[in-house]
């Protein structure tokens, strides 16, 4: 009978004590389902902790747990600044295609911005980028390099062969200016400006900055996320 316990030997009273059922109330289908979605959530939640935790842990290792005397060469941008949403900006190669600015995420850049006559400290921050790249070894193919030209001058052919392995971009100087800002009293193409692989603007370098300072900042950068960025897009 549902609901209550049945004993046999209330029905026959010469029956023997010690042989004795009782029938229980059947399972609530309804309960269990129940009970099975939430097990359901909790274990895709716990699923989620376990892919995301090596993210947070390396930006927290770098934002949150400075050893005392560490101190970044770069300044943080907090909050960091996502890049401008495709409908609100243009980029175009040299050639005069098209490249979506999303086509940026997914990799670590270290961008220049400047006009395309590139004068002296232009050409500096451009050797800059590519020997930076090349010292991080193992590293490198994590780091793209960025050269955001800001008007419609021409490139001179002699640079080309240096910008062979990196991203040569015209955009418009005022759509460039809602991504980077300088330092004040500084111009824009004063800084390197060091972007996450989520399309975030994160640390802005000094005008006239050491390398071998950047170097650093750059290395404790690919140490604190090696377990979650891979080589390549």
């Known amino acids: 009978m ?15 004590p010690l042989v004795q059922f009782s029938v229980h109330s059947m399972p609530n289908p309804t309960q269990s389902d129940s009970v099975r979605t939430r097990r359901g959530r909790l274990k895709m939640l716990a699923v989620w902790a376990v892919c995301a935790a090596p993210v947070v842990a390396s930006y927290f290792t770098y934002y949150v747990i400075r050893p005392q005397g560490r101190v970044n ?19 175009q190669n040299l050639q005069g295609q098209a490249v ?98 989520r399309g975030d603007w994160m640390m802005r370098f000094p005008a006239q900055a050491d390398p071998s300072k950047i170097k650093k900042d750059l290395t404790r950068l690919m140490k604190a996320n090696e377990s979650w960025d891979q080589p390549g897009r």
């Open 2 to 16: 549902s609901g209550s316990n049945y004993s046999v030997q209330a029905e026959h009273p010469d029956s023997d």
């Open 100 to 197: 979506l600015p999303s086509s940026l995420k997914g990799q670590w850049l270290l961008v220049s911005v400047a006009g395309g006559e590139c004068d002296a400290r232009c050409e500096a921050h451009l050797y800059q980028q590519r020997q930076l790249r090349e010292i991080l070894g193992k590293d490198k193919d994590r780091l793209d390099r960025v050269w955001l030209v800001t008007d419609q001058a021409p490139v001179r052919a002699s640079l080309l062969p240096g910008l062979a392995q990196s991203w040569v971009l015209r955009a418009p100087e005022e759509a460039v200016r809602r991504w980077f800002q300088p330092e004040p009293g500084h111009a824009l193409g004063q800084h390197l400006y060091l972007v996450d692989p």
């Open 73 to 91: 060469y770069g300044e943080l941008i907090q909050p960091p600044v996502s890049i401008p949403a495709d409908a609100t900006w243009s980029l």
